[in-house]
């Protein structure tokens, strides 16, 4: 599933295709189950003259306000993936909506699974209110993170993957904060001291800036993996130190990784560079 730094690099790649302005002429529905809350002829309705003033992203969100007043959401879910692409271009045998512009090209939204949703409403904050803080943002400060994290009795691992604890966080991107911070996935969140949440604290901030400078996290060739809007892989799977890589040597200290499921995700981590805590004690 796409994560923060893939929804990142969405909406860079949607930025530079420059479709803000340009007014929406068509809209076509290929799997109705795509739209959430409209149908395919009151989401054409809503979108049919408007146009995208501009292109953002909240958590795994790519929002796109309407000069209608109304937004435009997108979640890519596992397989989706949006091109922007001349109208003339051959259709794709997966193509879910696609919404066509008075230049002549069209947004595609390109979903194998079918578990993309796209939004239409007029108060974005009904969806985008529940989430937790975006990790990358000034506000998520490393006493912010460590007054949260006192409050949940939760594993690590599961916690981190909860979007209303922290937005945007994925198995790819947790597994390696939690390596990158020494900490063992299934520790037990207010009994982590100050100084090991503030190393967490800087470890996701740390992955998922890495993440964006290599545009996302590709992990195979195949037609349902992350591609950016130009059809580009991402290269941070070159960088990734601990996920999908169990069975093969730890990068810092030579252990084996190991493979395990914790609150139902597959979970990688280094059993040396992150062992499990002897004795629980509260943060401090």
């Avoid at 007014?23 to 189950?33: E, F, S």
């Avoid at 997966?94 to 007029?122: H, M, N, P, S």
């Avoid at 730890?250 to 493979?259: E, S, Y």
């Amino acid at each position: 599933m796409p994560e923060l730094p893939e929804v990142e690099t969405v909406v860079h790649g949607l930025r530079r295709a420059k479709i803000c302005g340009h007014p929406i002429v068509d809209v076509r529905v290929g799997w109705a189950r795509t739209l959430s809350g409209a149908d395919p002829d009151a989401f054409s309705d809503y979108l049919m003259g408007t146009a995208v003033t501009a292109i953002c992203r909240r958590a795994k969100y790519i929002v796109m306000p309407l000069t209608s007043g109304f937004s435009l959401l997108v979640h890519l879910r596992m397989t989706g993936s949006l091109r922007v692409q001349p109208a003339s271009a051959p259709r794709d045998p997966y193509e879910r909506v696609a919404v066509r512009f008075a230049d002549g090209r069209e947004l595609r939204f390109r979903d194998t699974r079918k578990f993309g949703r796209w939004y239409i409403t007029k108060h974005p904050e009904t969806i985008l209110g529940k989430l937790g803080p975006e990790p990358l943002s000034a506000d998520f400060t490393p006493a912010l993170f460590i007054k949260m994290l006192r409050n949940h009795r939760r594993m690590l691992k599961p916690l981190l993957l909860d979007q209303g604890f922290v937005a945007g966080l994925g198995n790819i991107y947790v597994d390696e904060a939690l390596f990158a911070a020494r900490l063992h996935p299934c520790r037990i969140a207010c009994t982590i001291s100050a100084p090991a949440a503030k190393r967490l604290h800087q470890s996701i901030r740390d992955v998922l800036q890495l993440g964006i400078s290599r545009m996302g996290t590709s992990l195979g060739h195949g037609a349902v993996n992350f591609y950016s809007v130009a059809g580009r892989r991402g290269r941070n799977q070159d960088a990734l130190q601990v996920f999908r890589r169990d069975g093969e040597p730890c990068l810092a200290c030579g252990q084996v990784i190991q493979k395990m499921q914790v609150g139902q995700r597959s979970t990688h981590y280094c059993p040396r560079c992150q062992p499990v805590p002897r004795k629980r004690r509260s943060v401090t």
